[in-house]
């Protein structure tokens, strides 16, 4: 096992529907808003370089609906986790759909072998170039190069988000030592990290997820 220990750590909220907004579904494109509405709450936010927001779950349909247990989760330094806290009892408005965050529980990142992220983008400025997947690989590998990582590298489905200027892929990394999964895990991958993007967590397997490279 490493010695090497995380710098940061998942902090999960717990979401209320305001009985009283004027709707109680979000759009599946939600990302954006929610960006938004979590700096306008917590000003650090966009200041902080390495925040990342896991994706919601959401139900499938034309209205995407929150479950009871849903939760709002947070990748943060963990030198920043009690400033975090103070996002309990915040709402966010997302066009109309208002949520409360409640209780939060902070969890340790844990190195497992393999990690998925649901959306990589590897552009900045090009994000059309992105729905290359050779040119989106090519920019994978070199990002894996620079933080000196080394895994199997599976490409899963294309996505797209923010009204269709942001795409990407699903991403698997597997064969990682723990060393290479806490840097995977600390400082994930390709910008957006806001957006949910490039944020990494362990996964059970890496069979049937898409394309190896």
């Excluded at 900045?124 to 090519?138: A, G, K, L, S, W």
């Amino acid at each position: 096992m490493s010695d090497v220990v995380p710098t940061m750590v998942d902090v999960a909220f717990a979401v209320e529907l305001d009985a009283a907004a004027s709707t109680r579904a979000l759009s599946h494109d939600y990302h954006h808003e929610l960006a938004e509405a979590l700096t306008l709450a917590w000003p650090p936010l966009a200041n902080t370089p390495g925040i990342g927001v896991h994706p919601l779950r959401l139900s499938a349909g034309s209205q995407a609906l929150l479950s009871r247990r849903s939760r709002l989760t947070l990748r943060v330094p963990a030198a920043q986790l009690d400033d975090c806290l103070e996002l309990v009892g915040c709402t966010l408005d997302l066009t109309g759909c208002v949520l409360r965050l409640g209780s939060a529980r902070a969890h340790e990142l844990l190195p497992w072998g393999t990690l998925y992220a649901h959306l990589v983008s590897t552009s900045t400025t090009r994000p059309d170039e992105d729905d290359d997947e050779i040119t989106f690989m090519r920019r994978v590998y070199a990002e894996l190069d620079a933080l000196q990582v080394s895994a199997r590298v599976i490409c899963g489905r294309r996505h797209a988000i923010d009204g269709g200027r942001l795409v990407g892929h699903g991403l698997m990394l597997d064969g990682l030592t723990t060393t290479h999964a806490l840097r995977m895990l600390d400082t994930g991958l390709g910008p957006h990290r806001l957006l949910g993007c490039g944020v990494f967590v362990p996964h059970k397997s890496a069979a049937a997820v898409g394309t190896p490279y």
